[in-house]
């Protein structure tokens, strides 16, 4: 990958630029391992530290504090360190996290350690499709980022089996005793391959650019364009920096102010419409239809392959319908799937398979619209200059989403019952869809150096209608 691998005059080099975000994307396969890895172990980690309600949420939800976190900071680090040095450093903190997770006599001891873990988590759920978007082709870019998107649901259902292999290899005292510990442990794994590979990456030219190194930049630019194409790129990013570099402030101007309130509200509404209450918690939701603990294991594996195949259909999809059609037609599926769900519950015949299969609907739905597109649109509707602070505000605020529903599911549950707190679900789902009916704009096709236009424009309507 070191050597330079030179691109038609007409055509991106796809060979050099896939390769790239694949590497890349590897992040979001640490981001799915530890979204699914919890829902095997958190049965056991009930029963080994003898957990209330409010504690089974903290288990899940403490390494969502060391995201926040992470996320927070990855803005300001990518910006002042470069992007792969900081992913570099995210990969070493989740190895950390996965190997001492697994290894803790004490839950105080567990839950340092998935704090650690989240650190990673945070940085990389940022800057790996952040990054992906600063390298990729225009006309190519939403599927490149949405590779992120789709090595999260792989590690997911690549997880849900080792979970349910690593659950078979011993009787239930062994389960609790160690089991859990292997499903932690095994995380180390992928953040070691994580690691290595990075450094076979480049820097994004972008922020080459931004630093004054546009000659490095080039040279990174004609391994994916011809060099005409190169030249005229490196000029337009420069140019989009000729003005005063970007600051939080600068955020809340018109126009950025309409960026940002778009990205935070998609962000939230990601996270707020339920999907990581359900997959961090599916097998217990399926063991309270009557399923057993190795049959809900089992159909938990269903629903990581849903997730999974869906994700393919979204990145065939993303950019030839583009970004906004998928978000309102996912959304709409899954405010009705979740609406019947809560009928089911309400109804009290959850004892069948109806529940399991609405809530394939509703992962499918969730898989090829709020799932990869979100995280496409973060990447790449800010302007260049803010950018990196920008996306770190986002996610940010996704990870705050995340915490606090998954937090609040088991008491949620306890308290107000399985329908009411569907129908909650359901009913943000119907808010998601008037949000990008009405903030969301289209950037199918459209170059990074093109979004503040496109922003300026939205100002001035005050909305978008498509």
Not at 1 to 18: D, G
Not at 185 to 213: C, D, T
Not at 272 to 283: D, H, L, V
């Amino acid at each position: 990958m070191a050597q330079t691998i030179k691109a038609s005059a007409s055509e991106p080099n796809m060979r050099y630029v896939t390769l790239v975000s694949i590497i890349a994307a590897l992040g979001g396969l640490l981001f799915g391992f530890d979204t699914a890895v919890v829902s095997g172990a958190i049965g056991f980690m009930q029963d080994k530290f003898d957990l209330n309600g409010v504690q089974t949420g903290w288990a899940v939800s403490s390494l969502i504090i060391g995201c926040i976190v992470g996320a927070a900071a990855s803005g300001w680090l990518s910006d002042r360190f470069g992007r792969k040095k900081v992913l570099i450093a995210a990969a070493l903190l989740f190895t950390i996290g996965s190997i001492f997770s697994a290894i803790p006599d004490t839950f105080t001891g567990y839950i340092i350690a998935r704090m650690i873990g989240g650190l990673g988590i945070g940085i990389t759920s940022t800057l790996c499709p952040l990054y992906n978007a600063e390298i990729a082709p225009a006309r190519y870019r939403g599927r490149l980022v949405a590779f992120n998107q789709f090595a999260v649901v792989t590690g997911i259902f690549l997880t849900y089996f080792i979970n349910s292999g690593i659950a078979g290899a011993g009787d239930d005292a062994w389960d609790i005793s160690t089991a859990w510990r292997w499903m932690f442990g095994v995380g180390a794994i992928p953040g070691i391959l994580f690691l290595v590979m990075l450094f076979f990456v480049p820097e994004s030219p972008r922020w080459l650019i931004k630093q004054g190194r546009p000659e490095e930049a080039l040279n990174i630019l004609l391994r994916i364009h011809g060099e005409d194409a190169a030249r005229q790129e490196v000029l337009e990013i420069k140019a989009s920096f000729n003005e005063k570099q970007g600051s939080i402030r600068e955020l809340f101007k018109p126009g950025l102010r309409f960026a940002l309130i778009a990205g935070v509200g998609i962000a939230v509404l990601q996270q707020i419409t339920g999907i990581n209450a359900i997959m961090y918690y599916a097998p217990e939701i399926l063991k309270s239809t009557g399923a057993g603990t190795n049959a809900a294991l089992i159909q938990t594996i269903l629903v990581g392959f849903i997730n999974f195949a869906f994700t393919i259909l979204s990145i065939w999809l993303i950019d030839k319908v583009g970004r906004k059609a998928l978000l309102l037609v996912g959304s709409s599926v899954m405010a009705l799937s979740l609406l019947f769900i809560g009928i089911v519950f309400h109804s009290g015949h959850a004892t069948g398979p109806w529940v399991l299969v609405l809530l394939l609907v509703y992962v499918a739905a969730f898989a090829v619209s709020l799932g990869p597109v979100v995280w496409v649109l973060l990447a790449e509707i800010f302007p260049n200059r803010v950018r990196g602070i920008a996306i770190a505000i986002a996610s940010m605020a996704l990870w705050v989403a995340d915490y606090v529903v998954s937090q609040s599911f088991p008491p949620l549950l306890d308290s107000a019952g399985p329908a009411v707190t569907y129908w909650i679900f359901g009913a943000l789902s119907l808010v998601t869809v008037i949000f990008t009916w009405k903030f969301i704009p289209e950037t199918k096709g459209k170059s990074l150096e093109d979004m503040e236009d496109v922003w300026n424009e939205m100002s001035r309507k005050g909305s978008t209608r498509g």
